[in-house]
C-alpha cells in the first residue's frame, strides 16, 4: 500500500512560481511510478509529469517550466513550475502505480492522494 498526502499549492501570479510537494509513505515507494496529473472542473484529468528510477517524463504544455524530482531519504516527490500561467490553475493531484514504468494515462495509476488546488491569477 502507499500513501500519498499533497501539499504546497495556493494563489500565485502569472509568471510566479510555485513548488507541490507529494509525501509518500508504504515500503514500495521506492520502486513505484510516481506522478503529478491535474484537473479543472468539467474535463478530465490531465497528465502533467513522472518519475521513477528509469526515468522522468514531463508533457508538452509543462516542459521547460515544470520540473519533477524525487527525494527518496525523504520519501517525497516534488514539482517544481515556473513562469506561471493562467491556464495552470487546477487541482493537481498526486499518483503513484505498481509498476517502475512511468506512463502518461490515469488510469493506470492506483494510488491518489486528494489534491491541492493551484489557482494562477493576478
Known amino acids: 500500500q502507499v500513501q500519498l498526502v499533497e501539499s504546497g499549492g495556493g494563489l500565485v501570479q502569472p509568471g510566479g512560481s510555485l513548488t507541490l510537494s507529494c509525501l509518500a509513505s508504504?515500503?514500495?515507494?521506492?520502486?513505484?511510478?510516481v506522478a503529478w496529473f491535474r484537473q479543472t472542473p468539467g474535463k478530465e484529468r490531465e497528465f502533467v509529469a513522472a518519475?521513477?528510477?528509469?526515468?522522468?517524463q514531463h508533457a508538452d504544455a509543462v516542459r521547460g517550466r515544470f520540473t519533477i524530482s524525487k527525494d527518496r531519504d525523504k520519501e517525497t516527490v516534488y514539482l517544481q513550475m515556473s513562469n506561471l500561467k493562467p491556464e495552470d490553475t487546477a487541482v493537481y493531484y498526486c499518483?503513484?502505480?505498481?509498476?517502475?514504468?512511468?506512463?502518461?494515462?490515469?488510469?493506470?495509476?492506483?494510488?491518489w492522494g486528494h489534491g491541492v488546488q493551484v489557482t494562477v491569477s493576478s
Open positions: 518519475i521513477s528510477w528509469s526515468g522522468v
Open positions: 499518483a503513484a502505480r505498481q509498476s517502475t514504468r512511468v506512463v502518461v494515462e490515469a488510469a493506470e495509476y492506483n494510488y
Open positions: 508504504g515500503r514500495e515507494f521506492r520502486y513505484n511510478a
